[in-house]
């Protein structure tokens, strides 16, 4: 580094070596992410019910198995039916809770931040087991609570709720204070402020709190397995459950089905985001 | 409140003592998700501990060490909770230096590129564990794509496999943490104005000194939340290691899952996951007085 002459040479060669490295660290990144995803969408094309490349005839067949099979169909009703739970469970709880914290002051404000932000960081496993052991035996009018989608939603809320609460904490901040004081000056009460006036000025927040919940309990399964019996499975446990025994195609035709719905909520984001810079802007 | 309409903030006062139920009543939903599914559970599991698990029976009531001790002492689980420990740590240091690395490239690459980087970041975080445990599924073994391109090309000349290996276990776990130490960096990056960079190669510093120099201090606290963030999702992850790790790979969730599900032992089951809770506890914590402290001596 002392050497004179190195300046000029180095200055010469770093770019060049610096532009092959980066180079090399972006296909790197790029084929890490998308290695996974893709032999999952090549493999669910596949005729053959062996996991086996080359794959030699590719066909539709495993799609059509996989909507001819009750047990993986079902499985897929079970998640769309906890997942909308989950959504409308932890985007209310986490809105109105939010809302309390924005709008008011009030006793151990601290102690209860922490305390819905806690569940987010318990593994699932954790989290799993204890609703498991705590509800486990309980039945409310001859019905177990214990296996019911019911429990599977709050649990999965688990996880949602602190999320919801969180985006909508910081959204709520930004909303301009002065329209709700006037809402109330000209005598609206309370809750018809909150519907009338401020859930529409945080439109966005609200519905991607809602996709997000979804989206999470979608894709959850270890609170789910050891929280669903084998009527309410849903279809992560079950292919969680059929990958130990051996995997096929079908699994595959399972992942894409569920990457597609997440995909499709991501997109109802954008495009609901779109349309509100849209209404601003006009 | 600046004063600006003392009677103003007078009314509101008097609003909001009138309506000191309305806070709680908005909150009644979440403490009852929060106090009965966590609180309650909780409780509940730290009071397993302490049974003792006798014959078919799921448990039996007690108080006793026992559960704790069969933790500490055996050597399953001892060896389990090293095995936690090593892999989240390998793990977690790895994610560091490839989400650093990605985090840096998606900073000083062209804002156009900015928004492909970033779907594709999300990718892990969108797409559901099981899923990505079995595209690696079908990536590693003997038939799998990994083996099928090498040999194809070339590059070797049996097929091999890499499924069951730690390696598997590492890459799947390495995958999941990604995102987090990505998107954490990323805005830590985004808050440093990147003519302090130019000043620094003007004066001559090389690439590496401004690395060294300029933005490691920036970004180490950074780096330290994307570490502990990782840390504790590795910790609590099973289903990657146990799937794509060798029989031998235990770590404490698939050992929490094991006693639970397989062998119905509920009071060890739950001392088991009371350590594993401590141990995360105890890392977030340490994270926190140790960022605390670095930003308290940089300012």
Known sequence: ?????????????????????????????????????????????????????????WSLGWYGDFIASPQWTDALKNSFIIAV?????STTAGILAAWAFERYDFAFKNVLYILIMMPLFMPGVVLGLGVAIAFGGLEIGGVSIYGSRGLVMVAHSLWAMPLVFMLMEATFRTIDNRVVEAANDLGAPP???????????????????????????????????????????????LMWLSLRSAGTPRLAVASVILALTVFACLSLIMLWYIRQLRKVSR | MTGEDRAFTVARAAVIRRKRAAPWLLMLPALIIVLIFFGLPTLYMARMSF???????????????????????????????????????????????????????????????????????????????????FGWWMFFPKNGLLSFALTSSGLISDKISLMYTEFAAFVGLVYLTLPFCFFILLSILDGIDKRMLEAAADLGASPLTIFREVLLPLTRNGMLVAFSQCFIFTMGTYATPSALGPDTLWTMGFLVQEQMLGRNNWPLASALSMVLVVLVAVMMVFTRALATRRATLHV
Do not use: H
């Open chain 2, 51 to 133: 049974n003792l698990s006798e014959g078919s029976k799921l448990f039996t009531p007690g108080l006793s060490w026992a559960n704790y001790q069969t933790v500490f002492s055996n050597e399953v689980f001892v060896g389990a909770i090293w095995t936690t420990l090593q892999l989240a740590l390998m793990a977690s240091a790895a994610t560091l230096v490839i989400g650093y690395l990605f985090a840096l490239l998606v900073w000083l690459k062209p804002a156009k590129w900015r928004l492909i980087f970033i779907g594709l970041a999300l990718c892990p975080l969108l797409i559901s564990e099981i899923a990505i445990i």
């Open chain 1, 85 to 89: 739970g989950t959504a409308v469970i």
């Open chain 1, 191 to 237: 809750v018809r402020t909150f519907f009338e006036v401020v859930i529409p000025m945080v439109s966005t927040g609200v519905i991607s709190s809602v996709l997000f919940a979804f989206v999470i309990s979608l894709n959850e399964f270890v609170m789910a397995l050891f929280l669903t019996d084998r009527d309410t499975q849903t279809l992560p446990v």
């Open chain 1, 1 to 57: 580094m002392s050497d004179g002459s190195t300046p000029l040479t180095r200055r010469s060669v770093e770019p060049v070596v610096f532009r092959v490295l980066t180079l090399a660290f972006t296909i790197f990144i790029v084929a890490y992410v998308l290695i996974p995803i893709v032999v999952t969408l090549v493999m669910s094309f596949n005729e053959a019910a062996q996991i086996r490349f080359p794959i030699k005839v």
